[in-house]
């Protein structure tokens, strides 16, 4: 079984950065493809970005792209996603999910799930 923790969530203002961490109970090929996915206030879960960690392939959303990075620490089994030039609209709960093969951006393809950490962007 994978387990996932998030961590580094908080309430920043607007044109801020913040470093969201997920640690990784122990990576196996459960871990090839790590996502990091955000729900907002009211709406449902979506795609920030993910990483193959086999390829070190990476994919974005729109929204992100140029402002948010998604990397790993292998040797902590740690992904990150550092967000740089928060806007309000990131606002939301940030997961982090795991599954096999290559990272999707879609929410029901990953079969891990941490719980979450809270990411609160004031203007």
């Known amino acids: 079984q994978v387990q996932l923790v998030e961590s580094g969530g908080g309430v920043v203002q607007t044109g801020d950065s913040l470093r969201l961490s997920c640690a990784v109970s122990?990576?196996?090929?459960?871990?090839?493809?790590m996502g990091w996915f955000r729900q907002p206030p009211g709406k449902e879960r979506e795609f920030v970005a993910a990483?193959?960690?086999?390829?070190?392939?990476?994919i974005y959303a729109d929204s992100v792209k140029g402002r948010f990075t998604i990397s790993e620490d292998s040797a902590k089994s740690t992904v990150y996603l550092q967000m740089n030039g928060l806007k309000p609209e990131d606002t939301g709960v940030y997961f982090c999910?795991?599954?096999?093969?290559?990272?999707?951006?879609?929410?029901?393809?990953?079969?891990?799930w941490g719980q979450g950490t809270q990411v609160t962007v004031s203007s």
């Open positions: 999910a795991s599954n096999q093969a290559s990272a999707t951006p879609y929410v029901d393809w990953y079969a891990f």
């Open positions: 122990k990576h196996t090929f459960r871990t090839n493809a």
């Open positions: 990483l193959t960690r086999s390829s070190g392939g990476t």
